[in-house]
């Protein structure tokens, strides 16, 4: 489940205006009513809740990809490998699965190095941009859910360390956001 940036910028910008909301009550001489308060807290818990589970999608995607980015390593250092003959990559096993799989069809014989070479290279750089574009989207996840609702994120998510993750300040919220 992809994260839209505009969903993220909307998210942080209620953020934002909900830190000022809640500081313009404190210094009014008026308090909120039950309903009043209860109102911006319905209006999170959806996309609060769903926060946990798009966090745990983009982990298991990341999961993925690093094994693809693995198997794709592999066959690229192999393919570099000028004394690696084609018989030999047919044996190459990467997690019980034929390497090169290709290489087992009926078109093993149109089988070029090079072009497979080319192919994995560039599938390596696809694989990469990928992965760094999940793990951003990851970290954008993992701070929301902290900074909406930091002890129930955390005990959905699992146990993190609080070395391992800092604070978003309201500033660095509304730098981002260019305020």
């Not at 313009?24 to 308090?31: C, F, G, H, I, M």
């Not at 997690?95 to 078109?107: D, V």
């Not at 574009?133 to 859910?145: A, D, P, R, Y």
């Not at 959905?156 to 919220?173: D, I």
Request: glycine share 4%; hydrophobic share 35%.
């Amino acid at each position: 489940m992809d994260v839209r940036l505009n969903r993220l910028l909307n998210s942080a910008e209620r953020f934002v205006q909900d830190k000022k909301d809640a500081k313009d009550v404190e210094n009014s001489t008026s308090p909120r009513t039950q309903s009043q308060q209860a109102a911006p807290l319905e209006s999170k818990s959806d996309f609060a809740v769903s926060l946990p589970i798009q966090y745990h999608n983009i982990q298991n995607r990341l999961t993925e990809l690093q094994k693809q980015l693995s198997k794709e390593q592999a066959r690229s250092g192999l393919l570099e490998d000028v004394e690696t003959n084609q018989e030999d990559l047919k044996k190459i096993l990467f997690e019980n699965e034929p390497l090169f799989a290709e290489l087992e069809s009926e078109s093993a014989d149109a089988f070029n190095k090079k072009e497979a070479l080319t192919a994995s290279q560039g599938t390596i750089k696809a694989l990469l941009h990928e992965l760094k574009k999940k793990e951003v989207e990851g970290e954008n996840i993992f701070s929301l859910g902290m900074m909406l609702n930091p002890e129930e994120f955390k005990g959905k998510v699992g146990a993190f360390s609080a070395q391992a993750q800092k604070p978003l300040s309201e500033s660095v919220v509304k730098r981002l956001l260019g305020g």
